[in-house]
């Protein structure tokens, strides 16, 4: 077994024998494997991929490189995830959705990746709350709330850990065999009952075509279905944001506002769609209208947000933040306005150019040692086929610093495009195809 034999095998276009990505895994994990062999493996799938053979492979090893968790609760462990996107926001108001329809949700989540958010961000952009529980509080958290949104310990799939830092610096995100690989590690090694995916297409995900999201979701499904975890997708839109901000405490603002009963929309809709499905594969709803209608029952009785309060203050964030969020979340030092420079409708949005944005006002990360502004981002952004006047807010940028809020204006000005047409474009179907195999 030689890291460089491997590298050559996929550079020369062959998939390394099983037990040569095992032992591959296995090194990332115990550092046997420097950062540039991971690099260049990383790479080398990217541009010569691995077959779902090799990606079933990789999937495999890179789970058992560490711990492999499993549940003693009496209803079923269910989790969902998404391949990322902007505004997505869904993980904060799902978990506790979910845990108020008598599941339990053990989400090991990840952080900010390309120009999209990472989920365990926006949950630290609450004051003292901490993602890094080990495996004991992991569990006390999950059995007593319901839910619990954490880190991966340093020994639930360490390969993945190494490997994931190394794609966001490398330039290998992108890659449907990693991705599958990475998303996949991580949710097995949690020992879960059953698993519902959001592969993003458009503008504002990793994938921009519905034909390549489909290849992504059908090959999460039918890996994660081989390695015995029932598991579906739903293919949904990302031409523009879910949520109308962007930014880790101002996505938690939006998640609050969907809780507490305040505020609809998509981040809503897709929510209440994700875990319809996934209340019938766990057991606890007979049809997908049941479990929406559970869920639905779920938000307006205040038992979601009530979850939700319970998982931050065991975390370690306020007591009663699920009362006084708005007080409690940090905001930017500079707020200025993106005004509509002319009439017309909001034909198209480029999300990952303002994602790209939220990144440079530092709400994500350009290496991996940067440091997150938890403050800083977009809000009440403009939806595609909305009418605007010249003049009218089209988004507000929070910046810490005045520089960085100029530049973030033109940035998000065009980003947006407005088009001097009468009628107004349809939106896309927020979902577009669902997979179960």
């Known amino acids: 077994m030689d890291a460089r034999h491997i590298i050559a095998t996929l550079r020369d276009g062959h998939v390394p024998r099983d037990g040569e990505i095992r032992w591959f895994a296995q090194g990332l994990a115990d550092g046997t494997v420097t950062d540039a062999q991971a690099g260049a493996f990383a790479m080398a799938v990217l541009l010569r991929g691995l077959g779902e053979e090799g990606r079933v492979a990789l999937t495999r090893a890179m789970r058992d490189s560490g711990r492999v ?58 004051p003292g709350l901490s993602t890094e529980l080990t495996e004991t509080a992991f569990r006390g958290v999950t059995a007593e709330a319901g ?63 519905e034909e390549d999201a489909a290849k992504l979701a059908r090959a999460l499904v039918s890996t994660a279905n081989a390695a015995g975890c029932p598991t579906e997708a739903l293919l949904t839109d990302m031409s523009q944001p879910l949520a109308p901000a962007l930014g880790n405490a101002l996505e938690v603002a939006e998640s609050m506002a969907v809780l507490s009963g ?37 938000l307006t009785s205040g038992a979601a ?21 708005q007080r409690l979340l940090p905001e930017a030092n500079v707020i200025l306005e993106v005004t509509a420079q002319g009439p017309g409708h909001v034909t ?36 595609i086929g909305q009418p605007v006047e010249k ?24 980003a947006i495009t407005i088009s001097e047409t009468t009628t107004a474009p349809a939106p896309a179907p927020l979902v577009l195809q669902r997979i179960t195999a």
């Open 69 to 126: 968790l499993s549940w003693n609760l009496p209803a079923p462990a269910l989790d969902k995830h998404s391949t990322g996107g902007v505004g997505d926001c869904v993980s904060l108001v799902l978990a506790p959705m979910l845990a108020a329809c008598g599941a339990y949700v053990p989400m090991i989540s990840g952080r900010g990746l390309g120009h999209t958010g990472g989920t365990l961000d926006k949950m630290e952009a609450i």
């Open 147 to 209: 839910c619990a949104i954490v880190a991966a310990s340093t020994d639930i799939a360490p390969a993945d850990r190494r490997l994931y830092a190394i794609r966001d610096v490398t330039g290998t995100v992108e890659s449907l065999d990693l991705i599958t690989a990475s998303i996949l590690s991580k949710k097995l090694a949690a020992g879960l009952d059953a698993l519902v995916l959001d592969v993003k297409c458009g503008a504002g995900a990793f994938m921009k075509t």
């Open 262 to 298: 305040t505020k609809r929309g998509r981040l809503a809709e897709l929510s209440i769609a994700l875990g319809a499905g996934l209340l019938v594969q766990g057991g606890l709803a007979a049809t997908p209208e049941e479990g929406a209608a559970t869920l639905e029952e779920a």
């Open 305 to 325: 947000m009530e979850r939700f309060g319970r998982m931050v203050a065991l975390m370690g964030g306020p007591v009663r933040f699920a009362e006084d969020w």
């Open 348 to 383: 198209a949005m480029d999300g990952e150019a303002l994602g790209l944005t939220v990144v440079a006002l530092g709400g994500g990360r350009q290496v991996e040692s940067d440091r997150i502004e938890p403050s800083v981002g977009l809000s009440d952004l403009v939806r």
């Open 391 to 414: 003049g009218q807010v089209l988004a507000r940028v929070h910046a810490a610093r005045i520089e960085a809020a100029e530049a973030a204006v033109a940035e998000v000005r065009a």
